[in-house]
Nanobody
Framework: QPPLVESGGGLVQTGASRRLVCALS????????VGWFRHAPKMERQFIAS????????YYGDSMKDRVTISRDNFKGTVYLQMNSLTPEDTAMYYC????????????????????WGRGTQVTVSS
């Protein structure tokens, strides 16, 4: 089983909402800090949001701030990214990532902070 598997992507219209799901494999990953990133063609990978192990603390980057909510269900081993008011500029591959080594630090937003990555789920927003 892959360590992280994203789902929920697809083709949506401008203004729509979409919920992405990150399924964490059993074991230490289910107790990890989880982040969501996105990568659009010709762009750097962007940090979107991160969530502490308990789910009590969240941090949002500027890329989608005020339009996304990150949450988790530790019983199911899943992390969610609810995205609202999508625009064509949100078209990208969306990835979840897990950090099992570090303590919670909301300012740790670089991809190097995460040791495990999923393969991504594509979100395409039509105009």
């Amino acid at each position: 089983q892959p360590p992280l598997v994203e789902s929920g992507g697809g083709l949506v219209q401008t203004g729509a909402s979409r919920r992405l799901v990150c399924a964490l494999s059993e074991g230490p990953l289910r107790r990890s800090i989880v982040g969501w990133f996105r990568h659009a063609p010709k762009m750097e990978r962007q940090f979107i949001a991160s969530l502490s192990r308990s789910g009590d603390s969240q941090y949002y980057g500027d890329s989608m701030k005020d339009r996304v909510t990150i949450s988790r269900d530790n019983f199911k081993g899943t992390v969610y990214l609810q995205m609202n008011s999508l625009t064509p500029e949100d078209t990208a591959m969306y990835y979840c990532a897990a950090d099992i080594q570090n303590d919670w630090d909301p300012l740790r937003t670089t991809k190097d902070s995460y040791q495990y990555w999923g393969r991504g789920t594509q979100v395409t927003v039509s105009s």
